[in-house]
């Protein structure tokens, strides 16, 4: 038998409800399932919520005060599973929060949105590709380490990914490309990733944003061999000479802007830099 559920909007970022949503009240109210509330309880500690300003003030022990998750109704099991875990904007948040591992036991969690900042500490957890994510934003300044390889889990699923604006860096895992559902664009850029272009982003059904990091050397196969998109690769560390070859190609002109400007001290001697 299929599944039906309701969505139950939890806390102030959406409202407690909505016209369309009966939500139970009193004794008979449903409980949220027993995994996702030890999995919110280790992110409500590890989020720091109890000391998050108003209006996304937490009660543990009411789902409806829970400021940014969104549930959901499993009417056959009767029990709320959260389905969105959105982190509001930073300036509601106190100094030294970070995202658990624990995230990765919600396995109906579909939208992981962390607007944060330099206060943040820690990094992407692995462990959240368990979910069946659709949607993956992580934002702030203050998360570090590298984006794990696990993130290939998500390839059935996920279609939107955006890591800016952070300090994440390192090298780009390979295992991204298995994200053939991803749409738009795949937004990795303001970040500290570094060394050679990889070119395995080509293999990725959209382009890629890698702007503001410190690439410092490029594969010009992006632009001799006609396959894939060619990564946006303004204000990084790129500089030399570009080969005759690659300046005779129609990518060139086409796409030479995706690298034009670079970082102050560095861009290629074609543009007389």
């Not at 949220?32 to 998050?52: F, G, P, R, T």
């Not at 699923?157 to 300090?167: E, N, P, R, V, Y």
Request: hydrophobic share 35%; proline share 7%.
């Amino acid at each position: 038998m299929k599944r039906i559920f309701y969505l139950l909007l939890l806390g102030v970022l959406w409202g407690c409800s909505n016209d369309d949503t009966p939500v139970p009240s009193g004794p008979a109210r449903p409980a949220m399932n027993k995994q996702d509330s030890l999995a919110i309880v280790a992110y409500y500690h590890s989020m720091k919520c109890a000391e998050w300003k108003e209006p996304y003030h937490w009660d543990i022990k009411d789902y409806t005060t829970w400021g940014g998750i969104e549930g959901a109704l499993d009417v056959e099991k009767n029990e709320y599973r959260v389905i969105r875990v959105i982190v509001p904007i930073p300036q509601l948040l106190p100094d030294g929060y970070s995202l658990p591992p624990e995230l990765g036991n919600l396995t109906m969690l579909r939208v992981l949105r962390v607007f944060g900042d330099e206060r943040a500490s820690g990094g992407i957890p692995k462990e959240i590709f368990n979910c069946p994510l659709e949607e993956l934003q992580i934002v702030g300044k203050g998360f570090t380490g590298t984006i794990p390889k696990e993130i290939g889990k998500v390839k059935e699923t996920l279609q939107w990914l955006k890591i800016a604006g952070t300090s994440i860096g390192g090298e780009i895992p390979e295992e991204i490309t298995a994200l053939q559902k991803v749409e738009g664009m795949v937004m990795l850029d303001d970040n500290n990733f570094e060394g050679k272009v990889p070119l395995f982003l080509r293999e990725l059904p959209c382009p890629t944003l890698l702007s503001y990091n410190y690439f410092t050397e490029m594969d010009w196969r992006y632009f001799t061999e006609d396959i894939g998109h060619i990564p946006f690769l303004e204000f990084n560390c790129l500089s030399g000479e570009i080969p005759d070859e690659v300046l005779a190609t129609e990518r060139w002109k086409d796409y030479y802007l995706h690298i034009n400007v670079q970082k102050k001290g560095y861009g290629y001697d074609y543009f007389g830099q």
